[in-house]
């Protein structure tokens, strides 16, 4: 059964006017998606594609020119959406010369939460997201990556239902993506759904349910991320030793690529032909030390579908 639809975007538009001329632009054309209870679900675009203003106006922090957003049935600017729904930016700023605690308080009490509860789960996110070590810094000490961890911890001080965190990964060394990874599938665990975007697209790949691909504000694909892959072609990389110039000649449009290394040559087919290209290898006894199969990834898809955009 389909995941109840917790947000929901229909044909938004937004348009702003730059400069001294007042010159229209459309940064978002038509944009529409829904997003399922439980799901992690990927914002994938180039810069400027218009994927942040997108979630600003999910945020309500800007209002869109035409269309409707749904927030667990709610305008997204009501308290019934906002109570329900945690947000990290793509370049989170703090007051700075508070330290993580002070400024976590402050945000557990704009929620309505007590004392006692503001302490534990300041306590607790702090060190889900790695920085107990630097509780007592202020935050102008801390790097860009670690502003990327407390910023994770100040969405989620109210435990919200929604998580929308627009580049949650970017600045964070190897270790502390793999960190932002384990906590995005925590959550999903823990019953929560998060929209987030990201430029590694490996990443989205990995632990995602369901993306929206947009390019210069139009929208490309929405959908399951499996039924996305299964749009690009399936080839089989063959890696033998021993093949002679005359075999190489005779594989002709039976081998897309072929890449000579020393006595060794990769060979790459099409699924389809892996069975010919075989038994020809095999009919000579050529040695066949690997058959792997290969599928385009979702960065190579999303490289061929957006240059075809522009």
Do not use: W
């Not at 793999?178 to 590694?200: N, P, Q, R, W």
């Not at 399951?224 to 089989?236: A, D, S, T, Y």
């Not at 110039?245 to 699924?271: C, Q, Y």
């Amino acid at each position: 059964m389909e995941n109840e639809t917790i947000l929901e975007v229909q044909g938004v538009k937004k348009t702003f006017r730059i400069g001294f001329s007042r010159t229209l632009v459309e940064a978002v054309k038509e944009v529409s998606f829904r997003v399922g209870r439980g799901d992690i679900f990927g914002f994938l675009g180039p810069n400027g594609a218009g994927k942040t203003t997108t979630m600003k106006m999910i945020m309500d922090l800007i209002r869109p020119t035409a269309g409707t957003i749904r927030v667990f049935g709610h305008s997204p600017g009501s308290l019934e959406a906002r109570r329900q729904v945690g947000y990290m930016p793509e370049h989170p700023y703090f007051h700075d010369y508070l330290k993580p605690m002070e400024l976590l308080d402050t945000f557990g009490r704009l929620f309505g939460l007590d004392r006692r509860e503001r302490r534990r789960r300041s306590e607790i996110l702090l060190d889900r997201v790695g920085l107990t070590h630097a509780t007592n810094r202020a935050l102008r000490r801390y790097s860009k990556g670690m502003l990327q961890r407390f910023g994770m911890a100040s969405a989620l001080i109210a435990d919200p239902q929604l998580l929308l965190l627009d580049e949650p990964l970017s600045g964070l060394d190897p270790i502390g993506r793999k960190e932002m990874k384990d906590i995005i599938v925590d959550l999903k665990k823990a019953g929560k759904t998060v929209l987030f975007s990201s430029h590694i697209l490996s990443d989205i790949e990995l632990l995602c349910d369901n993306i929206t691909m947009i390019h210069q504000g139009r929208l490309l694909y929405s959908g399951g991320i499996g039924e996305f892959l299964n749009r690009g072609k399936r080839e089989v990389e063959i890696n033998a030793v021993g093949v002679s110039d005359s075999l190489r000649a005779e594989f002709g449009d039976l081998v897309l690529r072929l890449d000579p290394m020393g006595d060794k040559l990769k060979l790459i087919a099409a699924s389809e032909d892996v069975q010919t290209v075989l038994s020809m290898l095999i009919a000579r006894n050529i040695r066949v030390e690997s058959v792997v199969p290969r599928s385009e990834t979702l960065e190579d898809l999303f490289v061929k579908l957006t240059a075809g955009g522009r």
